[in-house]
């Protein structure tokens, strides 16, 4: 195994492992990938993050199939493949039923801009990509149109998938997003948000964007 592939599995585990002790993963809920050479490393079907050596991590090749030989990959590889083959600015997935996330995703409610960090997805909203089966092409194809032009969504009746430049970052994304869905429904408890405007959110995601 080459240095480079070993550090993107050590990667996996630490990622994994910081999920679980942040409450974003329960049971064996969730999967996570990252972009390699020639291909993608995913963690395996049915993985306690807590349980997980670098070895588990399951190699997809460049043709998108899985390498053999090994633990089979999670069932949600379509949605991470899906993810590198279109947005070439993904170097990390990361997907979660995170508790306030799955919540809002069970309302099928999107994250409107009620707080000016809902930019760190890359818009002025989050969205929550309609209904399909785990594992199917439909979620992915679904999955893939509510990320258009962002970073993370919400996925109907499941939880949320989020992708940045590497794992460490979509870690601290699909946080990010847990925070702020928390966050909108306590105010659901009290009122209605009030939301900041198209010009305001616009003028947000600008400035992140700027300090990169
Ligand atoms: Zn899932």
Redesign the pocket.
């Known amino acids: 195994m080459i240095a480079a592939e070993r550090g993107l599995r050590m990667g996996l585990v630490t990622a994994g492992r910081r999920l679980l002790a942040l409450g974003l993963s329960p049971a064996t809920?969730?999967n996570l990938s990252v972009r390699a050479k020639n291909g993608y490393l995913i963690t395996p079907s049915g993985a306690a993050y807590d349980t997980l050596s670098p070895e588990d991590m399951v190699f997809m090749g460049d043709d998108w199939t899985h390498s053999g030989g090994q633990r089979p990959a999670s069932s949600?590889w379509r949605l991470h493949r899906d993810i590198y083959r279109r947005r070439a600015e993904a170097g990390a997935v990361v997907?979660v039923?995170s508790p306030a996330a799955t919540t809002l995703a069970c309302l099928r409610r999107p994250i409107p801009s009620f707080h000016y960090e809902v930019a760190f997805a890359g818009g002025k909203d989050i969205r929550c990509a309609d209904y399909a089966t785990?594992g199917t092409q439909e979620l992915s194809d679904r999955a893939l149109a509510a990320l258009e032009q962002r970073r993370a969504c919400l996925l109907a009746n499941?939880?949320a998938i989020v992708f940045d430049a590497d794992i460490e970052r979509a870690v601290r994304l699909a946080e990010r997003i847990e925070h702020l869905a928390r966050l909108y429904w306590q105010a659901l408890q009290v009122g209605e948000p009030v939301l900041l405007d198209d010009a305001e959110m616009a003028r947000v995601v600008e400035k992140f964007a700027s300090y990169g």
């Open positions: 809920s969730g949600e997907h039923h785990f499941h939880g």
